[in-house]
Nanobody, 123 residues
Framework: QVHLVDAGGGLVQAGGSLRLSCAAS????????VGWFRQAPGKEREFVAA???????DYVDAVKGRFAISRGNAKNTVYLQMNSLKPEDTAVYYC?????????????????WGQGTQVTVSS
């Protein structure tokens, strides 16, 4: 069982930066695939970024070059550094974890979810 807590959202102007964190209970978080998803009002939840237990990363094209996912030194936290933010990045961001995913970008593959953190980018 893994309990996830998302944090770090807020209001920022276009071009600004935010760093989201996903803190997990348990000692084996490093063995989980971890993904970030976002959901804007009236839209479906969409994949943003993920990091596998082996350290490989994946990003949706819309955020490549602007966002970076990483694990903290203590390995029980995953970060999403978001730079050059745009108004279209506005959404509730959720982290999710799974022991093993076949399709790391699919929300159906994830068993544990954080509560979400609101990111609002003003123009």
């Amino acid at each position: 069982q893994v309990h996830l807590v998302d944090a770090g959202g807020g209001l920022v102007q276009a071009g600004g930066s935010l760093r989201l964190s996903c803190a997990a209970s348990g000692r084996t978080f490093s063995q989980y695939d971890v993904g970030w998803f976002r959901q804007a009002p009236g839209k479906e939840r969409e994949f943003v970024a993920a990091i596998s237990s082996s350290g490989s990363t994946d990003y949706v094209d819309a955020v490549k070059g602007r966002f970076a996912i990483s694990r903290g030194n203590a390995k029980n936290t995953v970060y999403l550094q978001m730079n050059s933010l745009k108004p279209e990045d506005t959404a509730v961001y959720y982290c999710a974890a799974s022991v093993a995913t076949r399709w790391i970008s699919s929300p159906d593959e994830y068993d544990y979810w954080g509560q979400g953190t609101q990111v609002t980018v003003s123009s």
